[in-house]
């Protein structure tokens, strides 16, 4: 039987080592100190962007992906179809869509990085040969991105360009890096959908990524976002877009058919669990780059770190950029654990640090603060699954989180027991005695009955407070008795 190569080039059976030599990338040392801060700054950050590290979280979301274009290869491309009629015909990948692919997560936690990731992993310069037709070029995923004001021509452009490009043979970056978009792309194609269509079929691309979608949803009821994400999910590929939690939030305020098709299938990018090695190969990564300059301890300021960047990829990178601004600033070429502190306190570091804030308060207190930085999907998911295959986190796992959190617990407990002393301190003596005894279950009595005046029968009873104006005395003595608490 011939082997299917649409459909076995997602069969990836890859131990997790030669999985992540496929995807990683290390860091490049660079020499800082010889221009300005500024300039070494932004040395080091276009460095660190290029660092990708894989973990057990981003292994799993990537291998989400393969299988579901695995999927779609098997249902689109059985053995034995005809393919060159089915090429030809109008609606090459038929008429049922599937739901797009949600892929959401804060903004800095490194979803551009694993897309592009995702197009390393699933590179091929295969071919595959049909009747009356050779050297038919396979390609598994088209990576776009979205430029603000965007629409379908400069998303799908430079893809269609590439894809033609293809076809004739010359030579290509390879899939998902930079520069791998075709340059001087037409600003205007005609057929542009039914061209994307056809070419996506011919290629037997499954899966169609568009990144930086954040950048088109400007407006508030977003009806432009929602329109050409639709207009993407009607090519054929799987489409998985890439949204910050603020743009789920205006798709969440859509139509319930808009929402059928663009969120019910999420899928979720979380930072990595603090104190675990994930967490710690990322930083040890970034301090590669500049080991003199970088003279701390990484596992020692792991938790400092965390603090610092709720850690989210971009914030850690931008808090060793300002650590590094500050002490060049004051005459010093190191940072150590107290020029991270500096960075942290730095002007330029200061819109993120508001963020980190309330990312903070919300693990702190359980508790949405601000809901373009609050998962819509899943409340209290905060930190990516443990590499022990524990569940992912719902409270504070770092020294600080937990102290005060155990603080603002003792804070409030301690606030309701001071309430309750000062209104027992000013009840009169009648009512203090009733708030004391425990009044039994009033028993239903005949008609008639009851009028007798015993001397039980006032035990358990509230008297009202009288109302009239409170003397200076009376003031006085209330404030002996909370001065006595």
Known sequence: ????????????????????????????????????????????????????????????????????????????????????????????????????????????????????????????????????????????VWLTKVEAQGGLTQILGPAVVRANRLLSGKPLDQAGEEGSEAPNTPLRIRGLPQKARYLTWRNAVCLLCADEFQNISTGEASAKATGVLLQLNGIGPVLIYCANFNLVNKL?????????????????????????????????????????????????????????????????????????????????????????????????????????ETLRLQVNQGQCQDPDLWCPFQPCLFWAEEEDGGKSSTAPKTTQQAAVAQATAAIKGFEARVDDALIAAALPPEQKDASSTARPKAKAKPKGKGKGKGKNQSKGKVIALPRRPTSKDELLKGADLIDEL
């Open 1 to 140: 039987m011939k082997l299917n190569v649409r459909v076995s080039r997602f069969q990836l059976e890859l131990t997790d080592q030669q999985f992540d030599a496929r995807v990683e990338r290390r860091a490049i040392p660079k020499a800082l100190g010889q221009g300005s801060p500024e300039h070494d700054g932004a040395v080091f950050v276009e460095a660190a962007k290029t660092v990708f590290l894989c973990s057990p979280h981003i292994r799993s979301l990537l291998r989400a992906m393969v299988s579901m274009a695995l999927a779609h290869a098997e249902r689109h491309f059985p053995a034995g179809a005809n393919f060159t009629n089915q090429a030809f015909s109008r609606c090459q990948w038929g008429t049922e869509r599937a739901s797009a692919i949600c892929f959401c997560g804060h903004s800095g936690v490194g979803k551009s990085e694993l897309l592009k990731a995702l197009g390393r992993l699933l590179a091929t310069d295969a071919t595959v040969d049909e009747p009356g037709i050779s050297g038919l070029p396979l390609e598994a």
């Open 252 to 356: 969440k305020r859509r139509k319930p058919q808009d929402q059928n098709r663009l969120l019910t299938h999420p899928l979720i990018m979380l930072p990595e669990q603090p104190g675990s090695q994930a967490s710690l190969d990322y930083m040890l990564e970034l301090v590669k780059i500049a080991p003199k300059v970088f003279i701390f301890d990484a596992k020692t300021a792991e938790p400092e770190i965390v603090e610092y960047t709720y850690n989210l990829r971009d914030n850690i990178v931008q808090l060793f950029k300002w650590s590094y601004i500050e002490a060049r600033r004051k005459g010093r070429h190191t940072v150590d654990l107290a020029g991270l502190k500096e960075g942290y306190w730095s002007l330029g570091y200061s819109a993120i640090r508001s963020q980190v």
